[in-house]
């Protein structure tokens, strides 16, 4: 078993990639959390969603199969919506302890990252942040599951967990 664990959530599939990338570099094992009602499958629908509803509202999400005192170092890896990290991953660090452990975070966006790293800071007051990634794919709806940040910026940013 690995001392590194990756914990994402993905709505399209562009965290997902960064995730399995992730998983490979570093040996890690992997974590994909689920919220308990899916969202909707149709995008547009969810982005008025949760557009006109107060993105602080929260989403339940399924128990985790992975004991996190397993693990020393983190890796977290989700979408920005609306300016903050995604409310399945803001739920899931308000439920559990990831105290003392090593963490790189990234959240995966269209070119408006927002207040998503204050966020993640926020929620983890008692580790240790070592490094912040701002993973961006394209704004073109045709696009969105283009990747524009260069993988030697991703490879750079999972050195950091070192
Ligand atoms: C509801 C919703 C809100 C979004 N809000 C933002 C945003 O505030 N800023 C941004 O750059 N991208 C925003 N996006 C785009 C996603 O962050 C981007 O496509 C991301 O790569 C999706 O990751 P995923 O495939 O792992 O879900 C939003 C997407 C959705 C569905």
Redesign the pocket.
Known sequence: MSDTLVIYY???????KIAKYAQEKLNADILELHPKIPFSDD?DK??EE?QNNNIKRDVEIEPIDKDLTNYKKIVLI??????GINPVMTRFLKEYDLSQKDIIVTA???????HSFQDYKKLLPNSNIKGELDTV?SFNSLE?NNILTPLQEIDNWLKKLN
């Open positions: 993905s709505y399209t599939g562009n965290s997902r995008y969810v982005v949760w989700t979408s920005t919506w609306w300016y995966t966006n269209a070119g408006w990252i927002g794919f969105k």
